[in-house]
């Protein structure tokens, strides 16, 4: 069992930055592949990006490409996201999850633990 605790979300200004991070805990996190995931009210929840254990490459949805970074510490067991550039539309609840799927994959059904979920909140 892998637990999951997401950190850093708030309110912050259109075009300003936010650092999420995730602490993982409860298994050998290194070969766990992690991603963001983040839910707007009425929205489906969407993959936001994700960092391979393995090999450490990243994936991106289009939607934050270009202004958001995904890094791990496997020491400290953490998983951040950077994002960079605000919107309106980048608010939402953000999640971290993981898998041992070998393939990083977009569907939520696909990632086996959640965290509980940070809200961020983008003003105008």
């Known amino acids: 069992q892998v637990q999951l605790v997401e950190s850093g979300g708030g309110l912050v200004e259109a075009g300003g930055s936010l650092r999420l991070s995730c602490a993982a805990s409860?298994?050998?996190?290194?070969?766990?592949?992690m991603g963001w995931f983040r839910q707007a009210p009425g929205k489906e929840r969407e993959i936001v990006g994700g960092?391979?254990?393995?090999?450490?490459?990243?994936y991106y949805a289009d939607s934050v490409k270009g202004r958001s970074t995904i890094s791990r510490d496997k020491a400290k067991n953490m998983v951040y996201l950077q994002l960079n550039s605000l919107k309106l539309d980048d608010t939402a609840v953000y999640y971290c999850?993981?898998?041992?799927?070998?393939?990083?994959?977009?569907?939520?059904?696909?990632?086996?633990?959640w965290g509980q979920g940070t809200q961020v909140t983008v003003s105008s």
């Open positions: 960092i391979k254990g393995s090999t450490m490459s990243t």
């Open positions: 999850a993981a898998t041992l799927r070998e393939v990083l994959t977009t569907a939520p059904s696909s990632w086996d633990y």
């Open positions: 409860g298994r050998t996190f290194s070969p766990y592949n």
